[in-house]
């Protein structure tokens, strides 16, 4: 298969999860702006999640960018990311249907924790199909940022269930840090 393919495919799943979070959303009954403070949790969850989805979508385009050789293994690797993805929509509408309660954040935390283990299963597949002098492998290095976040996802599970404001930082501290597109691959590519 062609990576182009793999790419085209990935972006339509990833535009699809992001239209079925929006359909969460649902319109207020009530035209002032007291008829919106109940929806205040779930659009909040929503964005966390837009954002995250957005991340995703930003680093898998790099990393198929530097990828010259698909293989099965990175094909199942790349479904793998996609089934947590994919569940994103789910978990972001139990999370703010429920104000952000133990649960539902500590469950999303899970599903963030599982996507970040996906995200690095594909990168060392497409590292290995394309052998550890390639430009990806050499881009990425020790990849510490794609080490340390899961860490801080699972961390955070447990902390759900003591603070739920203090897990939901602990996500968006993860956001934060890859919010701005890693430049490793861009800059390899270009030089």
Same mark, same amino acid.
């Given at each position: 298969m062609e990576k182009d393919r793999l790419q085209a495919f990935s972006d339509g799943v990833i535009a699809i999860l992001i239209t079925i979070m929006v359909l969460e959303l649902k319109v207020? /009954? &009530?035209?002032?702006?007291?008829?919106l403070r109940p929806l205040v949790p779930v659009f909040l969850s929503y964005v966390l999640s837009f954002v995250n989805l957005g991340i995703y979508w930003n680093n898998h385009h790099h990393?198929?960018?530097?990828? $010259? $050789?698909?293989? &099965?293994?990175?094909?199942? !690797?790349?479904? /793998?990311?996609?089934?947590?993805?994919s569940l994103f929509s789910f978990f972001t509408a139990w999370m703010g249907e429920n104000h952000f309660d133990a649960l539902p954040t500590? !469950?999303?935390g899970v599903v963030l924790f599982m996507a970040g283990i996906a995200y690095?299963? %594909?990168?060392t597949t497409i590292i290995a199909a394309q052998g550890p002098d390639s430009t990806l492998a050499t881009a990425l290095g020790s990849d510490v940022k794609g080490k340390i976040s899961p860490v801080i996802y699972i961390a955070a599970v447990?902390?759900?269930? %003591?603070? /739920?404001?203090?897990? %939901?930082? %602990?996500?968006?501290?993860v956001a934060l840090m890859w919010f701005v597109p890693d430049p490793r691959i861009e800059t390899r590519l270009q030089g």
């Open positions: 207020p /009954h &009530g035209s002032d702006w007291s008829a990393l198929l960018s530097a990828t $010259r $050789r698909i293989n &099965g293994t990175v094909l199942w !690797a790349n479904l /793998h990311l996609l089934f947590w993805l500590a !469950a999303y690095y299963i %594909l990168k447990p902390i759900a269930f %003591l603070n /739920h404001w203090v897990a %939901l930082a %602990l996500y968006v501290l």
